[in-house]
């Protein structure tokens, strides 16, 4: 019955925990396609070679990691 229906009193903290685990599947699974593009398109199309293409691809990794990781709550 559409009497029975109260707004807001659901619990969602499975939809919450999926919303949390499809965001942090996203930004670090394209993070590491990020990563191995770089590795690969500078190792194979450039004379750069592999040890360039993969200190490319490393600091492209520690800059994602710094930037993309959790930042705490704020407090208000």
């Given amino acids: 019955m559409a009497s029975e229906y109260h707004r807001g009193e659901m619990d ?3 939809q919450v925990a999926t919303f949390h685990l499809f ?3 996203t930004k670090w ?5 990020t990563a191995m593009m ?6 194979f199309c ?3 070679g592999f040890l360039g293409a993969f200190i ?8 994602g990691v710094f ?3 959790d930042k705490p709550a704020s407090d208000h």
């Fill in 12 to 14: 969602i903290s499975e």
């Fill in 56 to 63: 490319s691809a490393v600091v492209v990794t520690a800059l």
């Fill in 46 to 48: 450039t004379p750069t």
């Fill in 67 to 69: 930037f993309l990781r």
């Fill in 23 to 25: 965001n942090g599947l």
């Fill in 38 to 43: 770089v590795l690969l398109v500078l190792w």
């Fill in 29 to 33: 699974g394209s993070l590491a396609l």
